[in-house]
């Protein structure tokens, strides 16, 4: 659907180079980095609106790098949100299908579906003035659907918005790439929003796409140091390999004296070595409960809580591994919480399986 080789840009201030990425017909397709790192530009550029410098932007199997932008059959909703403040929501939305002519029997069942996704119905006759950020987006959404784009193309569509309202919109997201069918490439520095949302995530820092994959695969599996620091890794390690079985893809690393075993796919990283695994894939077991009987003694710690930061929804336990004083962090929804009645300085056992272990280069 959308393909870019080799693609180039190059803007005042800003080197864009080498960009390869392919979306996928049906796809939800996330390019998830930090702020700066140019992924509004390699959005813009797919919508028409930078001239790459070389590389191809191929659309349905198609060269447009040289197309319009109305050429490309492509929707884009900027960051920042710009509806005509003259016309009512009724009228913004309609406004490039009045510009072309188009036959109202045409797109009126599409409009009315489109309102009723949006739960936007109730603010048709009012101006934008008295709109929330949310209900903007809607509009936004509903403007750029209404023309039956092939590809949906959103840039950071919910970063000006508030947490529930942001909630809110990610659940409408989802609805309309379910019921609408749309593929949809969305841009965003939010790695939680990029985890519920998309089903493929493209990884960029410094100017470059570092790591592509299916959601769990790029947050559980992340391939470099800095992509595992900024996808949220909390518990992340330098290793010293101390035993390895190639025949069964086992290996054991030690850090500071605490030793982890692990199960690996792919190449073993060059040293220096690191590894980890995320908060949530720690369990925890109290002293006084028996330990289920599908945990071996691999990866079986006894630690010290040391720490308790509540989170709304869940809850952050900071441990240190009982003799090396190795730190550990678990996250833990809230039922699982009230059921350890912990208190601090309680040893307990933490636990991590060899699959949720990650091999890291650095």
Known sequence: MIRLENLEVKLKGFHLKNINLEVRDGEYYILLGPSGVGKTVIIETIAGLHKKRSGKVIIDDKDVSFSPPEMRQV?????????????????NILFGMKIRKINPKVYMPLLNDLIEVLQIGHRLAVFPLTLSGGEK?????????????????????MSALDPP?????QRV??????????????????QEEAFILGDIISVMMDGAVVQTG????????????KIALFTGMENLFEGKIVGLDEKQKQIALNHNGVTFQASYERTIPKPPLFFGFRAEEVMIIKNDRPI???????????????????????????????TRHLPIIAEVPNYVYRKLKYTIGQEMKVFIRKKNICLIEN
């Open 292 to 322: 289920p009987e599908d945990i071996t003694d691999e990866n079986l710690i006894v630690a010290i809580l040391k720490k308790v930061i509540e989170k709304g929804s869940s809850h952050t336990m900071e441990f240190e591994e009982a």
């Open 214 to 225: 299916k959601r769990n695969r790029v947050y559980f599996f992340p391939e470099t140091k």
């Open 75 to 91: 929707a884009f909703v900027p960051q920042d949100v710009s509806l005509f403040p003259h016309l009512t929501v009724l009228q």
């Open 137 to 157: 987006q809607r509009v936004a959404l509903a403007r750029a659907l209404i023309t039956k784009p092939k590809i949906l193309l959103l840039d950071e569509p």
């Open 165 to 169: 309202i942001r909630r809110q919109l």
């Open 173 to 190: 997201l989802k609805e309309i790439y379910i019921h609408f069918g749309v593929t949809i490439l969305q841009v965003t520095h939010d």
